[in-house]
């Protein structure tokens, strides 16, 4: 069955960085993109952009420019998420969905704290 | 980027009632439109994708309708396990953008 296995709750301090994985079974990876959701505690759902797992050109949307980045591992079926010098605002649950967003990640929760 | 209206924000409603869902984006989005629902703790679930066409296995009472700016999310017959939080997605032009939510819970 078709499977997005995110990695698990991470404990950061302000300055450092994360690297968070979805894992993808069940169908060709390459067949479809893979996008990324933020979701801040309590709040609601927000896009933060996508990444051709073809071609592995990413596009982010303009709040997440900068210190995101988008990247794959395609022999292992493998999105990427990587937040350098993460700030207190980065606290959240982020996800991945693959295109049409028919399945999801189950999440993965970030706390960035000194 | 478009912005997507989502009303209400929260409501109570009881079992076996209508409940209907709206959201009104910025500019047409062509029908480009998915509904969510989301428990706490969970990631969201497709339920309606191009703007009214049901997720396999979701229950029929749930219904999508709209088009150009407008669309909405319609329960038939409201059932316990509909208690969630409701968003909608445009995914006609980049940036996507989701509606605020709609919070859900039994009267």
């Known amino acids: 069955q078709i499977q997005l296995v995110q990695s698990g709750p991470e404990l950061k301090k302000p300055g450092e960085t994360v690297k968070i994985s979805c894992k993808a079974s069940?169908?060709?990876?390459?067949?479809?993109?893979m996008h990324w959701v933020k979701q801040a505690p309590g709040k609601g759902l927000k896009w933060m952009g996508w990444?051709?797992?073809?071609?592995?050109?990413?596009t982010y949307a303009d709040d997440f420019k900068g210190r995101f980045a988008f990247s794959l591992e395609t022999s292992a079926s493998t999105a990427y998420l990587q937040i350098n010098n993460l700030k207190n605002e980065d606290t959240a649950t982020y996800f991945c969905a693959r295109t049409g967003f028919d399945y999801w990640g189950q999440g993965t929760t970030l706390t960035v704290s000194s | 980027d478009i912005k997507m209206t989502q009303s209400p924000s929260s409501m109570y409603a009881s079992l076996g009632e209508r409940v209907t869902i709206t959201c009104k984006a910025s500019?047409?989005?062509?029908?480009?439109l998915s509904w969510f629902q989301q428990k706490p703790g969970k990631s969201p679930k497709t339920l309606i994708y191009r703007a009214n066409r049901l997720v396999d296995g979701v229950p029929s009472r749930f219904s999508g309708s709209g088009s150009g700016q407008d669309y909405s999310l319609t329960i038939s017959s409201l059932e316990y396990e509909d208690m969630g939080i409701y968003y909608c997605l445009q995914y006609d032009e980049f940036p996507l953008t989701f509606g605020a939510g709609t919070k859900l819970e039994l009267k």
């Open positions: 990444i051709n797992t073809e071609t592995g050109e990413p």
């Open positions: 069940g169908y060709t990876f390459t067949d479809y993109s």
């Open positions: 500019q047409d989005i062509n029908s480009y």
